[in-house]
């Protein structure tokens, strides 16, 4: 079977769905190929922080219903550190702006949604999907058990970091900038009420923690681990003795316990790869870079992407201009570094690492010291965390 699009989207993560709709709503036709199923898809759980721009961006392409009305709009963040909490006002700091909570799977369940009810072609569980030629771009592909070729204008590699897109560009073009760090989060799913209304971030002598809601009766807390523990290094015990000494403070706040029910070790790395287009495939999203949470950057950065690959696409085939493609993965990429610098920051920040001395501590209790009172250094915060990194 061999099929013509304009588009040949591979990757039904966030990105690729995100695109083809973006796309669609410009009349640019494409297809979005996927190896999962749309079962397996739906329901990788990760937690998502959506910056402003990405709500508005949802919002006005209509897909923006159920997140207003289940996801949680967070007004302000708090950092903890010396037995203090200290609330940063991202609101205040920001002109109005804010970040919403709202889960990854459920961004991918409304973007499915949407794809199929305006008729979009989602082909899931292909396999051996492989890029002929990114000068005349043809995808071969298994659908069923049967052979398949997708040609079509343009590629968008929109299938992670461990997909095929981006080994497809030929050695010597591309340069791969790549950071790990020493240390992991160790993640839990916790059914209890709700202990803040916003996310704490608290740097301990003992280590980071994390503080964060998925539901009402929701929490998801994470603990700075050693990255390669796994879940028996962690017996619920353990997990609640150091949450509650990296979390304590003087004023009575008291972290609320109950059922652990998932428990996993995420890693922390940096990735990017510069260019991230090459010929007619560009990339987008994990294919082409990776940011530690800390930041809350994944999501927005693949949203970001795909926004200025979709806006580029729509004025070539509506006008025949080739200048923004060519600008692609230069504009993308001043994005992306900024990202990188903000997640880096608060990153070291607020984590202990391996040989760190009572100096090295001091110099971050000093930083967050200036944070929490230098007006200043808490915009530039406030404006990185909720997505200000264009102005």
């Given amino acids: 079977m061999t099929a013509r699009v304009q588009v040949g989207i591979i990757g039904a993560g966030p990105a690729g769905l995100l695109l083809g709709h973006l796309l669609h709503r410009a009349g640019i036709e494409s297809i979005v190929l996927e190896n999962r199923s749309r079962e397996a898809i739906e329901a990788t759980i990760r937690a998502a922080v959506l910056e402003q721009g990405t709500v508005d961006l949802l919002v006005a392409t209509g897909l923006g219903e159920r997140m207003l009305r289940e996801g949680a709009v967070h007004r302000g963040v708090h950092l903890r550190f010396g037995g203090r909490s200290h609330r940063i006002d991202l609101h205040a700091l920001t002109g109005g702006k804010a970040i919403t909570l709202y889960p990854q799977h459920e961004i991918l369940r409304d973007l499915v949604a949407a794809r199929l009810a305006a008729g979009g072609t989602i082909r899931f569980e292909v396999e051996d999907v492989t890029i002929a030629d990114p000068r005349d771009p043809l995808i071969v592909y298994r659908d069923g058990g049967a052979p398949a070729e997708l040609r079509c204008d343009f590629i968008a590699g929109c299938d992670g970091y461990h997909g095929v897109c981006r080994p497809s560009i030929p050695a010597g073009v591309l ?64 997990i609640w003795k150091e949450l509650h000494a990296r979390l304590a403070t003087d004023d009575g706040w008291r972290l609320s316990e109950g059922e652990i029910f998932q428990k996993g070790t995420i890693a922390m790395r940096s990735f990017v790869a510069e260019p991230m287009q090459h010929e007619r495939l560009f990339l987008a999203g994990d294919a082409a870079h990776i940011v530690p949470p800390t930041g809350a950057k994944g999501l927005n950065l693949a949203v970001a992407d795909v926004r200025l690959l979709a806006e580029a696409l729509i004025v070539f085939y509506r006008d025949g201009r080739r200048d923004l493609l060519a600008a692609y993965s230069t504009t993308a990429l001043r994005r992306v570094w900024r990202a990188q610098q903000f ?25 967050l010291d200036q944070v929490t009172r230098s007006r200043a250094v808490a915009t530039m915060m406030a404006e990185s965390y909720v997505g200000m990194l264009d102005s």
């Fill in 175 to 238: 340069t791969e900038h790549h950071h790990e760090y020493p240390f992991g989060w160790f993640g839990t799913l916790v059914r209890a009420p709700r202990s803040t209304e916003e996310l704490i971030y608290a740097h301990s002598p003992r280590g980071f923690a994390l503080v964060s809601t998925r539901a009402p009766d929701v929490q998801r807390l994470y603990l700075q681990c050693d990255p390669h523990d796994g879940a028996d290094a962690w017996p619920d015990e353990r």
């Fill in 343 to 367: 997640a880096w920051w608060m990153t070291a920040m607020l984590h202990r690492f391996p040989g760190d001395d009572a100096f090295q501590e001091r110099l971050q209790i000093a930083q």
